[in-house]
């Protein structure tokens, strides 16, 4: 029955238009033409985001009796960001393209082309699942069959000479890479490539109201940094003992270069991280231990475990002494979703180093002081965002008609009931009214009572409210509602009582906490 969107670039478009038209998210400045990779969320997305929020800071900071949160300012001193390392090497290699003059991150256009060979592979294995069902063996195709053999000789390929150039910060071998592999300006059409250039990506401002007496600040590029200079506040006031970690979302600010793909890469964007302080020499087991929690935290959303891998990092940076990302299946492919770094002490030390005042901790057990090691937990909550809205939009054929519908999980769905009155009279919107108030203080509802019910399903469904809730003349006899779900949309009766007592638990934050406690 469903009508399946194969073109990537047309789902992402698709999403795109549907977040616009019912609210989710708005190009920012829209009035004055838009503002480049900058946007507002709308009434709906800002349910979903703020579910999203709950989500996390619930199974991070409630659900771990040694994790806080705290919530620092984006302005910091300037030379925070000197010890941070972020003035000196906070750079992305850029490349323009001479005819189209238009600009490009070298490394995403290498890693791109590199993800093309990756989507031919997947269709291939996708072909195999198809043609043999339960007997395809996915691990032999991938050690057999030529045609994967063959892409995947080509990822190694241009894995190997990537890894090289990034090693050994070697911009003319990634230029000579994007030669070698023949990769071309999308709007030009031609491989007429400037040098590779690094430019840092934090925004400055001024602090201060007269030219003279202002001094130079940046917008935060990561929220972590607020978190390393806290961590003596919070270790202190909070009576914190190792392991303990303290967590933050707020908002980070970054001059992307290519700024496409919507909500992907943001200049202004949104963060939730956690830094996880550990005992020097125990950093690799919590490391492994947040890779899989943090996966399980993804999974536990129903996107799809299909959907997600994890990447491993090759090069590290210099204080780095592992670091993975879980990446999504986008519709522009597997991209990074979420980073997990172990970063060492490098953070405190620099603090340490920069400011004079001691950071360490001292460790009863071992009766010694220490700058505690860190296992960083860090999410894009907008890319979180493009997740859930692009694996959840679906087309459905229906009486002839296309049904849009987004399958979003019901514990984030922004709105969770839908309550009409099947018609404007007779009392039956004064019953509804009153199950509207029972319900609002559960989660957030909808009062809707313009138009055919048909009409107001399709609304609902397109924005994801998981039950609408139709009072009609037969609920003034005995009290009970006609409940259609939504993906389903399947219809049944029942009793107001009922309703009350059941519905909100099944679209509650506690049932997708549930899955991962
Ligand atoms: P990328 O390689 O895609 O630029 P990154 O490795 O620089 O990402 P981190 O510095 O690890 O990203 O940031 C942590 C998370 O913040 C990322 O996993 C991503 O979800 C999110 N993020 C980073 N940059 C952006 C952005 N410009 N817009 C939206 N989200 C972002």
């Known amino acids: 029955m469903y009508k399946t969107i194969t073109m990537a670039d047309d789902l992402l478009k698709k999403v795109i238009a549907h977040a616009k038209e019912y609210g989710f998210i708005f190009p920012s400045s829209e009035i004055y033409d838009g503002l480049g990779a900058v946007y507002d969320y709308g009434q709906n997305g800002v349910e979903l985001k703020n579910n999203i929020k709950q989500y996390w800071w619930n199974a991070m900071v409630r659900l771990h009796e040694n994790i806080v949160g705290i919530d620092s300012s984006i302005f910091m001193h300037p030379t925070i960001w000197k010890a941070s390392g972020h003035v000196d090497a906070f750079n992305d290699p850029l490349i323009d393209n001479k005819d189209s003059k238009k600009r490009y991150r070298a490394d995403v256009l290498i890693e791109e082309e590199r993800e093309k060979h990756n989507q031919k592979i997947l269709k291939e294995i996708e072909k195999g699942r198809k043609k043999f069902g339960d007997s395809f063996d996915e691990a032999k195709a991938r050690e057999t069959n030529p045609n994967i053999l063959r892409e995947q000789a080509k990822i190694d390929e241009i894995t190997k000479r990537y890894d090289e150039a990034l090693n050994a910060n070697d911009l003319e071998a990634m230029r000579q890479l994007i030669l070698d592999l023949g990769i071309v300006c999308p709007i030009s059409g031609t491989a007429n490539w400037s040098e590779v250039r690094q430019f840092n990506l934090m925004f400055e401002t001024k602090l201060g109201s007269t030219a003279e007496g202002a001094s130079s600040i940046y917008l935060r590029p990561e929220t972590a940094q607020g978190i390393f200079v806290n961590y003596l506040n919070v270790q202190k006031t909070g009576r914190m003992k190792i392991p303990f970690g303290i967590a933050q979302i707020g908002k980070a600010f970054r001059n992307e270069i290519v700024a496409r793909q919507f909500v992907f890469r943001m200049r202004e964007f949104e963060q939730m991280e956690m830094q996880f302080f550990v005992r020097p020499g125990s950093e690799m087991e919590w490391f492994a231990k947040w890779k899989a929690e943090r996966l399980a935290w993804h999974k536990a959303l129903g996107l799809g475990d299909n959907n997600y891998r994890y990447h491993d990092h090759e090069k590290l940076a210099h204080y780095a002494n592992a670091a993975t990302d879980i990446e999504f299946n986008f519709p522009m492919g597997f991209k990074e979703l979420e980073g997990i770094h172990s970063r060492t002490n490098f953070d405190l030390s620099q603090h340490q180093k920069f400011s004079g005042k001691k950071i360490q901790y001292f460790d009863p057990e071992l009766n010694e002081s220490y700058v505690p090691y860190v296992i960083e937990t860090s999410i894009g909550l907008d890319r979180t965002v493009l997740a859930v809205l692009s694996n959840s939009y679906c087309e459905e054929q229906l009486d002839g008609e296309v049904r849009e519908v987004l399958r979003i999980p019901a514990a984030i769905a922004p709105v969770k009931f839908a309550i009409m009155p099947l018609t404007k009279k007779d009392g039956l919107p004064e019953v509804a009214q009153k199950l509207m108030k029972q319900l609002e203080i559960e989660c957030n509802c909808q009062y809707e009572e313009k138009d055919s019910i048909g009409k107001r399903y399709r609304r609902q469904d397109a924005i994801g409210t998981p039950y609408c809730i139709t ?47």
């Open 471 to 517: 009072v009609d003349h037969q609920t003034l006899e005995d009290n009970t509602v006609t409940v259609r779900e939504r993906d389903t949309m399947e219809q049944v009766r029942m009793s107001i009582d009922e309703v009350v007592a059941t519905l909100p638990q099944k679209v509650s934050m506690a049932s997708l906490l549930r899955k991962i406690q």
